[in-house]
């Protein structure tokens, strides 16, 4: 098993471009989450998804957007990126009732110019 | 609103020299309290859950402890490979309400 993948690991955006990441995993979890974690911050919930077709939004929503089309993917896009946005991305996954066990992918560190 | 507060900020050890982390928390109806271990460059890897006031797990080196304020990470013996970060997480609420994380405690041990 793969667990948690996320593309790109790295990326380099300048202000205002937009780009997705990607989520996958490969465990059958329904719970999926977006974290940013920054230098002396700790991890910070974005959006996290409780199954196929749903979102919603968690500590710091603004300037992302999310979707979970399918229930082995969950994509994180940023429309007009700023350089607030540099920070590395993690994504999780866990299982229902379980939600505190939460699996973690490798993370992509992304730069805004 | 909850908050959780870990300490020291960094911690450097002998190897051999064991010695605790901290994690204090503020939360309105604990549900359960999360040790993971991150490597540099990594994500955050599941450790422990502790659910009530007494528990206690084990796993090689290392001891979670809960109590009504705060948890420890009781690392015996450490080896240089037990260097990392250790992040302390809270739940409240329901079975599958969000994690509120602390900073992180990184922890160095030399050989």
């Known amino acids: 098993n793969a667990g948690v993948t996320q593309t790109p690991k790295f990326r380099v955006l300048k202000t205002g471009q937009s780009m997705t990441l990607l989520c996958a995993q490969d465990?059958?979890?329904?719970?999926m989450y977006w974290y940013r974690q920054d230098p002396g911050m700790g991890l910070r919930l974005i959006h996290y998804?409780?199954?196929?077709?749903?979102?919603a939004k968690g500590e710091v929503p603004d300037g992302y957007n999310v979707s979970r089309l399918k229930k082995q993917n969950f994509l994180l896009g940023l429309e007009s990126a700023a350089p607030s946005q540099t920070s590395v991305y993690f994504c999780?996954?866990?299982?229902?009732?379980?939600?505190?066990?939460?699996?973690f992918g490798p993370g992509t560190r992304l730069t805004v110019t | 609103e909850d908050q959780v507060t870990q300490s020291p900020e960094a911690l450097r050890l002998q190897e051999g020299e064991s010695s605790s982390l901290n994690c204090s928390y503020t939360?309105?109806?604990?549900?359960?309290l999360f040790w993971y271990r991150q490597d540099p460059g990594k994500g955050p890897e599941f450790l422990f859950t502790?659910?009530?006031a007494g528990e206690e797990k084990e796993k090689e080196r290392l001891k979670a402890t809960l109590t009504k304020k705060e948890s420890f990470l009781h690392i015996t013996a450490p080896k240089p490979e037990d260097s990392a970060t250790y992040l302390c997480?809270?739940?409240?609420?329901?079975?599958?309400?969000?994690?509120?994380f602390g900073k992180g405690i990184t922890l160095s041990v030399r050989p």
């Open positions: 999780a996954s866990s299982s229902p009732g379980l939600a505190g066990e939460q699996y």
């Open positions: 465990m059958n979890h329904e719970y």
């Open positions: 998804s409780v199954g196929e077709g749903t979102t």
């Open positions: 939360v309105s109806g604990l549900r359960g």
């Open positions: 502790l659910y009530s």
């Open positions: 997480a809270v739940q409240a609420g329901g079975a599958n309400s969000k994690l509120t």
